[in-house]
């Protein structure tokens, strides 16, 4: 009895780029919103603000082919946020970051999914643009004459595999446009934000570094009632002329501590030079948010923070029963002037 072979049905996958001026996390979550009203199958990476899709089950509810869907998907990103994108498409992972990676702000390249298409596009490929292939790799390969991808999936695999040992079979499979990998669908990282419009144009910059530190607070207060943590800080300043700056850091280990987010907090305010500066409201957000019992802390000798946090708690429990506002630390609170 013969056992059927296995139908290949080809996959359309789309790498696609978001090129914003400005950054933040509301954004990236918009223009996944807008991605997800093509596709369901949306993996978000946020760290350079891209994401894969699996178009395969959208062509035919769009009635389009993959090049039509790709326009549609990036006519919608400009059209509702005023986002200019780039995007590769092709039958797996590999090839349409490939195709990503090569195409400009504004443009898209799509690969075809018949052997030929996919064997006209990969060839000529210089070895470094397959994934996996790092500057190190590359110059072993070079050092055996193997400079492309063509070159990689020429190779006989026993000699491959004596050259590059185990990662032999992966890079060449995907030189050979063989890639299994599947997206996988993930939700965007969440955040946390806050925020105060002064009644008028401020320029104390010990107001700036006060309202920063309220701020830095209040965050911490609901980041621990939330059992979440964070991972980083943007602060953004508004200006009177309706500008604004905006600067992120990555925090030295994820937290909910009130130190550790306003002394971040503060150092953002500190580095903008605000001197002379009319802000008309400052924002902060806490980036990145994931549970709390993920968090890692790094142990040491000194038990001046293990003090803070017992304090930290205890000021929790006084706004929790008074309200917010009713405890916090002296130098977020407006100076009183005495006549």
Request: proline residues 6%; charged residues 20%.
């Amino acid at each position: 009895m013969s056992s059927t072979p296995p139908v290949y049905r080809p996959r359309a996958i789309v790498r696609i780029h978001f090129h914003a001026q400005q950054r933040s996390e509301e954004l990236f979550a918009q223009l996944l919103d807008v991605l997800g009203g093509i596709s369901p199958t949306i993996e978000p990476l946020p760290a350079d603000w891209s994401a894969y899709m699996d178009v395969t089950g959208s062509l035919r509810f769009w009635d389009r082919d993959v090049e039509g869907l790709v326009a549609v998907i990036r006519l919608r990103l400009l059209a509702l946020h005023g986002v200019q994108s780039s995007a590769g498409a092709g039958p797996t992972r590999s090839i349409a970051a490939m195709a990503a990676a090569l195409t400009p702000p504004g443009a898209a390249t799509i690969v075809g999914d018949t052997p030929y298409e996919i064997a006209a596009f990969l060839r000529p490929q210089p070895a470094p643009a397959l994934p996996g292939v790092g500057p190190k790799t590359a110059k072993t390969l070079a050092r055996y004459g193997i400079t492309t991808a063509g070159d990689v999936a020429d190779t006989t695999p026993a000699t491959l595999q004596r050259i590059l040992g185990s990662a032999a079979r992966q890079i060449q499979d995907f030189a050979r446009g063989i890639d299994e990998r599947p997206v996988v669908p993930a939700a965007a990282p969440r955040s946390l934000s806050a925020s105060h419009r002064f009644d008028l144009d401020e320029l104390d910059t010990d107001q700036h570094q006060r309202t920063a530190l309220a701020l830095a607070e209040d965050l911490g207060e609901r980041l621990r009632k939330a059992s979440e943590i964070a991972q980083a800080l943007t602060l953004t300043v508004t200006y009177a002329d309706h500008t604004h700056t905006v600067r992120t850091r990555t925090l030295a280990e994820a937290t909910a501590h009130t130190p550790a987010l306003a002394g971040t907090a503060r150092q953002l305010v500190a580095d903008l030079g605000l001197q002379r500066a009319r802000v008309r409201g400052i924002a902060l957000r806490a980036e990145r948010l994931r549970p709390a019992a993920h968090a890692t802390h790094q142990l040491t000798l000194d038990d001046r923070d293990e003090k803070l946090q017992r304090l930290e708690a205890a000021l929790d429990r006084a706004r929790a029963r008074y309200g917010p506002g009713a405890a916090g630390a002296a130098s977020a609170f407006k100076r009183l002037t005495t006549s």
